[in-house]
């Protein structure tokens, strides 16, 4: 039997915190055994920074996996204060007497998505609202809209297109707000004469080359396919338990030429093409490791690997195409790499995976070394 230990980085001074043993199950492909990352450091550490290495002395956890692969813990973002740059000598000074200014801080954020400028992107049904996190240039902006007939009320999931833009479901009214790059309020999609608003509008996809959006209807049962105006080109799927069919639908991602849909209440993950044929699905019913019971946000690495965050026991558990768990990490708790009531989850085009921590308030951050990428 192979054994993975998860280990932590040397800090600069060159100490290294111990080892933690793992438990380990035979299994192929992407590594031999399952394993439980716990990572019980202590709480504080730098905000992720756009590159691979984060800054800061803290010891950071890693685990080790077959053929040269790992994932590094990278950090946690909860406030608008992360983004800022260090205060200098004088700003502290002013701290300290009129009192350090108020920041906007993560309430219940759900979901979560990158822009091409690295840009991180939030939903905080919470906060009735959207954070952006902006490490590169340090920004930070908080969207929200207060009007009687188009308030956003219950943000959920997030997609951003070639353009930035940026498109968010609200459950509560059903329907999906659209913004530009720059968070400015362009429009409303969802409410079309004779067809009447979503149900439960949740999971959303945009296809910028066909200019297609995908939203799932949760208590519909169905995917919606959509132009740019909000036009009904397409309904995929209706209630049942086989292939191509939904109970609950809730997270989408669009990924390649392939549609990832959470299809919650048959605890999978359905795969489809674009034009709704079904592919393959990956999931089994159960409240065990390698089994789904609440399953919630998706994501894909580089190897074509399924990430699926299981909300009842603090998991992500990452599969192969045929459906093998590969390895997992997680606990239900609120230390480095561990999550309470995990909702979203990202993987970006260079293997960087953001989860979103919900009862922690927090986003946390995780760095992918696919095979030979290191």
């Known amino acids: 039997m192979v054994q993975f230990?998860?280990?932590?980085?040397?800090?600069?001074?060159?100490?290294q915190s111990p080892?933690?043993?793992?438990?380990?199950?035979?299994?192929?492909?992407?590594?031999?055994?399952?394993?439980?990352?716990?990572?019980?450091?202590?709480?504080?550490?730098?905000?992720?920074?756009?590159?691979?290495?984060?800054?800061?002395?803290?010891?950071?956890?890693?685990?080790?996996?077959?053929?040269?692969?790992?994932?590094?813990?990278?950090?946690s973002i909860n406030s608008e204060k992360e983004v800022k740059p260090r205060h200098t000598f004088l700003s502290r000074l002013v701290d300290a007497v009129a009192g350090e200014p108020e920041y906007h801080t993560l309430v219940a954020p759900y979901g979560v998505v990158t822009d091409s400028r690295g840009r991180i992107i939030v939903t905080d049904p919470g906060a009735a609202g959207i954070h952006i996190f902006?490490?590169?240039?340090?920004?930070?902006?908080?969207?929200?809209?207060?009007?009687?007939?188009?308030?956003?009320?219950?943000?959920?999931?997030?997609a951003v297109d070639a353009d930035d833009n940026i498109y968010v479901t609200d459950s509560f009214s059903g329907k999906i707000f659209l913004f530009d790059?720059?968070?400015?309020?362009?429009?409303?999609?969802?409410?079309?004469?004779?067809?009447?608003?979503?149900?439960?509008?949740?999971?959303?996809?945009?296809?910028?080359?066909?200019?297609?959006?995908?939203?799932?209807?949760?208590?519909?049962?169905?995917?919606?396919?959509?132009?740019?105006?909000?036009?009904?080109?397409?309904k995929i799927g209706w209630n049942g338990t086989r292939e191509g069919e939904f109970n609950y639908p809730t997270e989408l991602r669009l990924i390649g030429p392939n549609l990832y849909v959470v299809d919650a209440m048959n605890f999978r993950v359905q795969v489809?093409?674009?034009?709704?044929?079904?592919?393959?699905?990956?999931?089994?019913?159960?409240?065990?490791?390698?089994?789904?019971?609440?399953?919630?946000?998706?994501?894909?690495?580089?190897?074509?690997?399924?990430?699926?965050?299981e909300g009842l026991s603090g998991l992500v558990q990452v599969f192969d195409r045929q459906g093998q768990l590969l390895y997992y990490f997680g606990a239900k708790n609120s230390g480095f790499g561990e999550f309470k009531l995990p909702t979203g989850l990202f993987m970006d085009r260079n293997d960087r995976l953001y989860v979103v921590d919900s009862f922690n308030r927090r986003i946390q951050v995780?760095?992918?070394?696919?095979?030979?990428?290191q």
């Open 366 to 373: 995780f760095q992918y070394f696919a095979h030979g990428k």
């Open 19 to 75: 080892r933690l043993g793992m438990r380990t199950r035979t299994r192929h492909i992407l590594a031999p055994a399952i394993c439980m990352l716990s990572l019980a450091l202590a709480p504080s550490i730098a905000a992720p920074r756009p590159r691979s290495q984060p800054a800061g002395p803290a010891a950071l956890p890693e685990l080790e996996l077959e053929g040269g692969r790992k994932l590094r813990y990278e950090g």
């Open 181 to 234: 790059a720059n968070g400015r309020f362009q429009r409303v999609i969802g409410s079309i004469k004779g067809e009447g608003y979503f149900k439960r509008a949740a999971g959303i996809a945009v296809d910028s080359q066909t200019r297609r959006i995908y939203v799932t209807d949760t208590l519909r049962n169905q995917i919606w396919v959509l132009d740019q105006e909000g036009h009904i080109l397409q």
């Open 272 to 309: 489809l093409d674009l034009s709704g044929r079904f592919q393959y699905f990956v999931g089994q019913i159960g409240d065990g490791v390698g089994r789904l019971f609440r399953p919630k946000g998706i994501g894909v690495d580089s190897e074509g690997h399924l990430y699926i965050v």
């Open 134 to 158: 902006d490490f590169t240039l340090h920004k930070y902006k908080f969207i929200s809209r207060h009007k009687d007939n188009d308030g956003l009320e219950a943000p959920q999931c997030v």
């Open 5 to 15: 230990l998860l280990k932590t980085a040397e800090t600069e001074t060159g100490s």
